[in-house]
T-cell receptor
């Protein structure tokens, strides 16, 4: 069974700190990885995607991919209370297929 | 505005009824998806369609049916055979070409009374 694993949390960080969200995957064939943010009762919204080893930065967000370790992470700098949400990691083990983790709940404390 | 719309936002169903959830997109995306999300759970794939008049079962297709007669539309029917249909249903579409990014509609929350 191809899986994407995330710690369910909650991960609590103080306002202004760096939040680090982690995800591991089992299928070495996965090519692309996605981070979505989901507020309670709402649908997921795309934050970032990454498909090359290394870091990818977009504003306060940095995605990191390590294919050798099968590990994806999302760093949120200068965390704000508005960042409090569930963050979903997804991988693509095959054409047109996506596997989602169960999500990590982030709480940013004011 | 380009985007994905789902209707209705909330839907209540009596046991034994079939209901159809609507999903429309004007993004010119070829591939469309239906997922189910239960509290505290990740997204589970019900059906997906790569092109018009073609669709494939996902991991939890039992009790559901779909059609894809138009590129823009991918309705999902929840049949009476689905034993536990109360959930949040999400429709998504995927960019054509480039990196296969999925975007989601606002969702339909289905409750069985």
């Amino acid at each position: 069974q191809k899986e994407v694993e995330q710690n369910s949390g909650p991960l609590s960080v103080p306002e202004g700190a760096i939040a680090s969200l982690n995800c591991t995957y089992s299928d070495r064939g996965s090519q692309s990885f996605f981070w979505y943010r989901q507020y309670s009762g709402k649908s997921p919204e795309l934050i970032m995607f990454i498909y090359s080893n290394g870091d990818k930065e977009d504003g306060r967000f940095t995605a990191q991919l390590n294919k050798a370790s099968q590990y994806v992470s999302l760093l949120i700098r200068d965390s704000q209370p508005s960042d409090s949400a569930t963050y979903l990691c997804a991988g693509t083990p095959g054409a047109y297929k996506y596997i989602f983790g169960t999500g990590t709940r982030l709480k940013v404390l004011a | 505005d380009g985007g994905i719309t789902q209707s209705p936002k909330y839907l209540f169903r009596k046991e034994g009824q079939n209901v159809t959830l609507s999903c429309e997109q004007n993004l010119n995306h070829d591939a469309m998806y239906w997922y189910r999300q239960d509290p505290g759970q990740g997204l589970r794939l019900i059906y997906y369609s790569q092109i018009v008049n073609d669709f494939q079962k996902g991991d939890i297709a039992e009790g559901y049916s779909v059609s894809r007669e138009k590129k823009e539309s991918f309705p999902l029917t929840v049949t009476s055979a689905q034993k536990n249909p109360t959930a949040f249903y999400l429709c998504a579409s995927r960019t054509s070409g480039g990196r296969d990014t999925q975007y989601f509609g606002p969702g339909t929350r289905l409750t069985v009374l």
